[in-house]
């Protein structure tokens, strides 16, 4: 993250800690919680719009009356973007007469659809313990089986409710809320950020978290909590950041912080210097800054729980028998612009690994060119919205045509999902900035699973060649991690070139795909001619365009076509050109023929795009800010396509 940008310091707010999922707030104490939930979940409604929901805790009296849920009142909506305003109508209608304590939830649906019922809050059997969650709990399946053979009924489709049956047990058997938090909490593998209301206690709540965030915070009269500072700041700045693993009790005006074991702990200061606004952009410049750093998290999240470094790999979410999947010849990948690009990056793996034939189709061009799609065609589309028109009808057409189809979207319950026989989800969190950056690399990330789950039911791959792919999978997230961690030297470096008229991306084998992302970022964000290209196709024509005014960025990580890159990279050189080498670190045969270097980190070839398209993120959000340019709203563009 740029220094400049850093908006709070105390305990670490670090971009690796950012997480794109879900909104949360929760208050005790507030004399009108409904209000007060409400309005937090309007300023958090930027994570996520699938739905939302409350819970307002009925102090004993006040019970009775309410129907269903004994003294937890629940109200959830599920209608996309529209939830919140659904939720207001029960504002100001006193309908809980003395409640004091509230939590809320705005969803981006990661597990189940986004439906009334699958909407957060969720409750345990009896009705008396309440549940909001941000994240992803990996072992759900697990605790869901060992909780209905114990007699437990889960009614929705996600894997937050199974905490609620698992405190409800802890709950009954006579603990605290806090108590009942404690021993469930290390039953719980994956990412959360989870907070519980109980009927029992109506003056408390019990927050915890590992690596998904949590703030927690409280003036004199109130305790608060919420996945995000922005939700809070209007109220009060005195807020802490819940540490891994920590589990804090808040009650009227207190904070109590322990540890797993029950030690009590210090909550580290925040010092805040932002207002609302900025603090949704988390204290980035824009969404589009913002969304380049969640690559990491975001990256993560996408292959949390389908791919393991021995190799193994589960999909069974893909909703296609492994029998029919194991039987395919032959793959059509259907995507426009950045998911287009994805797929020729997709493709690369789908030939090597799984040993099939693949094309990646334009998928305005591929509807109406009377496409052949034999017995065994696998239709893949991939869409970060799930609901750009031209894929939409190409792969409705390949449908019709007999492929089986399996759509790659960000966006649970799009269109497309309810077209495609299967469905793979990034999970990369609501993209704002119109420009794809982390949905980007995660559809690039979640192809290359795919791969892999192809390669081992084909047996395309032997099983140790197999481990040691998934093994770099498994660290591209990493890697991804160490060249956001650059971005400030990348976009000095964009600054330099904020006033080039026409650039060439060039590229070879895995480096193609990604110089043609290159120039598409650059063309919709800075408003710059370029042109993504073969390098080895530069001498049949396009070459007569580079003089002394032409800048040609290439991608020369080193591989297995390093040498014939450079071969091309001297042919633009003599010819007078500017050259900026996006390269690997400590590589002097390439720095020395540049005059331009972006330099990344070392990975494998076979997985460096999803890194080498990061630097080229920056590389046009740089010239474009610096050209004054809008990066979140470029003009002309649109964020979703639904015309052709
Ligand atoms: C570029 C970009 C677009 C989209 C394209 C397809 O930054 O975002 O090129 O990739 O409009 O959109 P989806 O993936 O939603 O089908």
């Known amino acids: 993250m740029p220094r400049a940008q850093v908006p709070v310091t105390g305990r670490s707010w670090a971009p690796g800690s950012l997480w794109p999922m879900c909104g949360i707030i929760g208050v005790t104490g507030s004399d009108d919680p409904l209000r007060f939930v409400l309005d937090g979940l309007a300023l958090l409604e930027y994570r996520?719009?699938?739905?939302?929901?409350?819970?307002?805790?009925?102090?004993?009296?006040?019970?009775?009356?309410?129907?269903?849920?004994?003294?937890?009142?629940?109200?959830?909506?599920?209608?996309?973007?529209?939830?919140?305003p659904a939720l207001e109508r029960f504002a100001g209608t006193?309908?809980?007469?003395?409640?004091?304590?509230?939590?809320?939830?705005?969803?981006?649906?990661?597990?189940?659809?986004?439906?009334?019922?699958?909407?957060?809050?969720?409750?345990?059997?009896?009705?008396?313990?309440?549940?909001?969650?941000?994240?992803?709990?990996?072992?759900?399946?697990?605790?869901?089986?060992?909780?209905?053979?114990?007699?437990?009924?889960?009614?929705?489709?996600?894997?937050t409710e199974v905490v609620?049956?698992?405190?409800?047990?802890?709950?009954?058997?006579?603990?605290?809320?806090?108590?009942?938090?404690?021993?469930?909490?290390?039953?719980?593998?994956?990412?959360?950020?989870?907070?519980?209301?109980?009927?029992?206690?109506?003056?408390?709540?019990?927050?915890?978290?590992?690596?998904?965030?949590?703030?927690?915070?409280?003036?004199?009269?109130?305790?608060?909590?919420?996945s995000d500072i922005s939700a809070l700041l209007e109220t009060t700045r005195e807020l802490y950041a819940l540490g891994d693993g920590e589990i804090a009790e808040l009650r009227p005006g207190v904070i109590r912080v322990v540890d797993r074991a029950g030690t009590r702990v210090e909550p580290?200061?925040?010092?805040?210097?932002?207002?609302?606004?900025?603090?949704?952009?988390?204290?980035?410049?824009?969404?589009?800054?913002?969304?380049?750093?969640?690559?990491?998290?975001?990256?993560?999240?996408?292959?949390?729980?389908?791919?393991?470094?021995?190799?193994?790999?589960?999909?069974?979410?893909?909703?296609?028998?492994?029998?029919?999947?194991?039987?395919?010849?032959?793959?059509?990948?259907?995507?426009?612009?950045?998911?287009y690009h994805a797929g020729l990056t997709g493709r690369v793996a789908i030939e090597a690994w799984a040993k099939l034939a693949c094309t990646v189709e334009i998928a305005s061009e591929f509807r109406y060119r009377n496409p052949i799609i034999e017995p065994g065609t696998l239709v893949l589309a991939i869409s970060q919205s799930g609901e750009t028109v031209d894929t939409f009808h190409a792969l409705r057409e390949a449908k019709r045509r007999?492929?089986?189809?399996?759509?790659?979207?960000?966006?649970?319950?799009?269109?497309?999902?309810?077209?495609?026989?299967?469905?793979?989800?990034?999970?990369?969190?609501?993209?704002?900035?119109?420009?794809?950056?982390?949905?980007?690399?995660?559809?690039?990330?979640?192809?290359?699973?795919?791969?892999?789950?192809?390669?081992?039911?084909?047996?395309?791959?032997?099983t140790d060649e197999i481990a040691e792919l998934a093994a770099l999978v498994v660290a591209v997230p990493a890697r991804v991690g160490d060249v956001v961690a650059r971005f400030d030297e990348y976009r000095h470096t964009a600054e330099q070139l904020a006033f080039v008229d026409d650039v060439f991306f060039l590229g070879r084998g895995g480096g193609y795909a990604v110089a043609l992302e290159g120039a598409l970022k650059l063309k919709e964000l800075a408003y710059v001619r370029a042109e993504g290209y073969p390098a080895g196709e530069m001498k049949h024509g396009p070459i007569s365009l580079i003089d002394r005014d032409a800048v040609v960025v290439v991608v020369a990580n080193r591989g297995s076509?390093?040498?014939?890159?450079?071969?091309n990279v001297e042919e633009v050189r003599a010819r007078g050109a500017t050259v900026v080498a996006l390269c690997d670190t400590d590589d002097p045969e390439v720095a020395g023929l540049a005059d331009i270097v972006l330099e990344v980190p070392h990975t494998d070839e076979t997985v460096a795009a999803a890194v080498l398209v990061v630097p080229l993120q920056v590389l046009a959000y740089g010239v474009a800010r610096a050209r004054g340019n809008d990066v979140d709203r470029p003009r002309n563009l649109a964020k979703v396509v639904t015309v052709e």
């Open 561 to 567: 076509l390093s040498a014939k890159l450079l071969a």
């Open 94 to 159: 006193d309908l809980v007469p003395g409640a004091r304590t509230g939590i809320g939830h705005t969803r981006w649906a990661t597990h189940g659809a986004p439906t009334e019922g699958n909407a957060h809050p969720h409750l345990d059997c009896t009705g008396r313990v309440a549940v909001v969650h941000n994240g992803i709990i990996e072992n759900h399946r697990h605790l869901a089986a060992k909780l209905v053979a114990a007699g437990h009924v889960l009614r929705s489709e996600t894997d």
């Open 268 to 339: 580290t200061r925040l010092r805040v210097g932002w207002g609302v606004r900025a603090a949704q952009r988390e204290g980035f410049e824009d969404f589009m800054s913002k969304e380049i750093h969640e690559q990491p998290r975001a990256l993560t999240d996408t292959i949390l729980g389908r791919i393991h470094a021995d190799g193994t790999t589960e999909l069974e979410e893909l909703g296609i028998k492994e029998i029919e999947l194991a039987a395919i010849s032959r793959v059509i990948v259907i995507a426009c612009g950045s998911s």
């Open 164 to 226: 609620a049956h698992l405190v409800e047990a802890e709950v009954t058997a006579g603990a605290s809320l806090l108590e009942a938090v404690q021993r469930c909490v290390s039953e719980i593998r994956g990412d959360f950020g989870l907070v519980l209301a109980s009927a029992d206690e109506p003056e408390v709540l019990v927050a915890t978290r590992q690596t998904s965030p949590l703030i927690v915070g409280r003036t004199s009269s109130l305790g608060l909590v919420a």
């Open 402 to 462: 007999g492929a089986l189809t399996v759509v790659l979207t960000n966006v649970v319950d799009s269109l497309m999902t309810r077209e495609a026989d299967g469905v793979l989800y990034t999970r990369a969190g609501p993209e704002i900035g119109v420009a794809s950056t982390k949905c980007h690399t995660a559809q690039i990330l979640l192809l290359q699973v795919f791969a892999l789950h192809l390669a081992s039911l084909r047996r395309s791959l032997s």
């Open 48 to 84: 996520g719009y699938d739905s939302a929901g409350v819970v307002l805790v009925a102090t004993a009296g006040e019970a009775e009356g309410l129907s269903g849920t004994g003294a937890l009142w629940r109200r959830r909506s599920a209608v996309r973007g529209e939830s919140i």
